[in-house]
């Protein structure tokens, strides 16, 4: 029998009247065990079943009753495009089921069923897809960490806590957070989408004392007018990851939040790479630009062009109709360093380098970014390469918070950097990033926008206000 599956039933029956999940209304533990046991009864059958639900309660609990059955289930991306098909899948439960036209679709009412006995099986199986916004994605085998979740996540001896989730449950980060909160007996205050006021109200009413935000949400936490006069105390642990941290922003979450910050690294691949606390930080200024050591049980090194790879027991089983990794290396597509005591440094991703200037210098754009976002009147920045006459040209787009100017963002990055391949050949200012689903700024959709741009493009971010020396295709100035 599986221990996953044994840990969330006993956990299930434990908790009792205790709220497991806040969102319109309160579920209880014992709600949430008799919700699972109709679910599980009105799915039936077994194969791949793919869950395509926001985030509310039913999309977990649909997930375990078809672990259950001994499915493999597979979870659709929220920013999966429409019409997204996906291989051998003989159930969906979706909450837009004319998505899924000429599939064995069900929504949650067609799932209430009579409570039968539970047999769990011997392990669990999930697909998580690599991606899926062009073309047909990888899907990746994952089972045993599920088990290791098991082992990890244990009650509080301090008792039950409070954790905000806003990261969709199906995907990694948002689904690991929603099982390991159960299985520590904790309540969920499940919020479907990000608003940074929302988030600040949640964490004063609600009594947060865990969360988890991507480097873009955090920086929306931050810079929200309602952020100082909010009651942050209660927060105990604010973990960050998916997309690379500022070193400014990390060190302003220390001073807001206090030493309960900290960050991780990891892919959909392998979830648990490294990681950095905030003990690790305090005096240690040159750390915050880390993602942390490599964490117990795995283990990294850097091939000769720089690429970070990694091996160990958080490890995907392989991709589906792959072999298993077992114990080999897998290439994260990340490029990094490792300094003396062993922290993780990382640079950028391999396929957003550009590659600039007549000798074809090799330019990582997220140090670019980290050094632009410094600026003390720049909220945020993005930089990409963009086609120019003679090969590609950085492009920068910038969200300010005061008068900056174009020369300003490349005077930034010439003081940086002493290098004019490093100084964006072009800068637009925006009054937003666009964001994907789970919260990493949409570098696709920005390349697009300059390259590209069309009438829909124009209205679908929130634009400064154009001036005589700038606009949003050229160098301009902010207002």
Do not use: C
């Amino acid at each position: 029998m599986s221990f996953f599956l044994t840990k969330v039933l006993d956990a299930l029956d434990d908790g009792g009247d205790r709220p497991l999940f806040i969102q319109d209304s309160v579920t209880t533990y014992h709600q949430a065990r008799d919700r699972l046991r109709r679910l599980h009864a009105g799915l039936g059958g077994t194969g791949v079943v793919a869950v395509d639900l926001r985030n509310r309660p039913e999309t977990v609990l649909v997930q375990l009753a078809a672990l259950l059955r001994g499915a493999t289930v597979l979870l659709v991306p929220a920013s999966a495009p429409d019409g997204q098909r996906y291989p051998g899948v003989t159930t969906v439960v979706t909450d837009r089921p004319h998505h899924w036209p000429g599939e064995d679709v069900r929504t949650l009412d067609d799932l209430d069923g009579e409570p039968e006995p539970l047999d769990p099986p011997d392990a669990v199986r999930l697909l998580f897809p690599t991606g899926g916004t062009t073309g047909t994605p990888k899907l990746i085998r994952h089972s045993g960490i599920y088990d290791g979740m098991a082992h990890i996540f244990a009650p509080s001896p301090d008792g039950p806590g409070r954790t905000l989730l806003v990261a969709p449950m199906t995907h990694m980060t948002g689904n690991a957070t929603v099982l390991g909160a159960l299985l520590r007996r904790d309540t969920v205050v499940v919020h479907d989408g990000f608003d940074a006021g929302a988030v600040l109200a949640a964490i004063q009413e609600h009594q947060i004392d865990t969360l988890s935000l991507t480097p873009p949400r955090l920086a929306a936490v931050l810079d929200h007018p309602a952020r100082a006069r909010t009651d942050l105390s209660s927060v105990r642990s604010l973990s960050l990851g998916a997309a690379p941290l500022p070193p400014h922003r990390l060190a302003q979450a220390l001073d807001v939040f206090g030493p309960v910050v900290g960050q991780g690294y990891g892919l959909t691949e392998a979830p648990m790479i490294a990681s950095i606390s905030a003990a690790e930080l305090i005096d240690r200024p040159e750390r915050l630009g880390s993602v942390g050591r490599v964490v117990p049980g795995m283990e990294a090194r850097l091939t000769a062009d720089g690429e970070v790879e990694v091996r160990g027991l958080s490890m995907m089983d392989g991709y589906l109709d792959g072999p298993d990794v077992g114990a080999g290396w897998l290439r994260t597509g990340d490029l990094g360093r490792f300094d003396d005591e062993g922290y993780l440094y990382l640079l950028d991703r391999a396929d957003d380098v550009v590659v600039v200037g007549e000798h074809g210098t090799k330019v990582p754009t997220t140090v670019v970014e980290h050094a632009i976002a410094a600026h003390p009147a720049i909220a945020a920045a993005a930089v990409f390469g963009v086609p120019g006459p003679d090969g590609q040209l950085l492009h920068a787009v910038v969200v300010a918070t005061g008068p900056v100017t174009a020369e300003d963002v490349r005077a930034r990055a010439r003081a940086a950097f002493g290098r004019e391949h490093y100084v964006p050949a072009a800068v637009d200012f925006v009054g937003a990033l666009p964001l994907t689903e789970v919260g990493k700024v949409d570098k696709r959709a920005l390349v697009q926008l300059v390259t590209a741009p069309s009438d829909d493009d124009l209205t679908s971010l929130t634009y400064l206000p154009s001036t005589p020396s700038g606009n949003l295709f050229g160098n301009g100035s902010q207002p």
